[in-house]
């Protein structure tokens, strides 16, 4: 996980990052699918509000869609021995933009039951989340204002913005 977020970092320029506060989540997600849920969401349409989520799915039951940016879906279908990285709200927050948060959903396809393992890398405990100096200059004003992750979590909990919609209450007017 850190391995992959200072792989990211450099690849910004950024050499001296520390992830060091942030904590890390872990989830295992069961759907039991059946006759009567085929066609409906195992779950909703979502960002993660987290910074990245490696997610190690159901090697036999897919259902795991990714929305594009026209707003199509594109299946991602099992593929054993396989992690998918994906990035979340904060991480589009930290790089001023530079990453993009994705928005996906897990649809009910087939019968049976199907599990996925998830790691978030979160926000920090007690530090800010906000994008470092070195990402931003005149042609990339600062984008979102300074926040705690916690904040951040209870504004999208709060309000339903499951989205990444909390996003634009947080963004600096230009
Ligand atoms: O089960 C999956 O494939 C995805 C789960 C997911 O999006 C999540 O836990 O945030
Ligand atoms: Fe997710």
Same mark, same amino acid.
């Given at each position: 996980m850190m391995d992959i977020v200072h792989k990211m970092?450099?690849?910004?320029?950024?050499?001296?990052i520390?992830?060091?506060?942030?904590?890390?989540?872990?989830r295992i997600n069961k759907y039991h699918f059946t006759p009567g849920t085929i066609g409906s969401?195992?779950?909703?349409l979502h960002t993660d509000s987290s910074f990245l989520t490696i997610l190690q799915d159901d090697e036999i039951i897919g259902? &795991? /869609?990714?929305?594009k940016r026209c707003g199509t879906f594109e299946a991602v279908d099992p593929c054993p021995g396989t992690l998918l990285?994906?990035?979340?709200?904060?991480?589009?927050?930290?790089s001023n933009e530079r990453f993009l948060n994705v928005k996906h959903r897990v649809m009910c396809k087939e019968t049976g039951v199907r599990v996925s393992i998830a790691s978030f890398l979160l926000g920090p405990n007690e530090a800010l989340v906000e994008a470092p100096e070195e990402?931003?200059? &005149? /042609?990339?004003?600062?984008?979102?204002v300074a926040f705690k992750y916690k904040e951040y979590r209870s504004l999208r909990v709060s309000n339903k913005l499951h989205s990444g919609e909390a996003l634009h209450r947080l963004r600096i007017e230009s």
């Open positions: 970092g450099e690849g910004l320029g950024l050499f001296n520390s992830f060091e506060d942030w904590p890390c989540q872990f969401p195992g779950v909703q259902g &795991l /869609e990714v929305m990285v994906n990035l979340g709200d904060i991480a589009t927050v930290w990402l931003v200059d &005149l /042609e990339h004003p600062r984008l979102f």
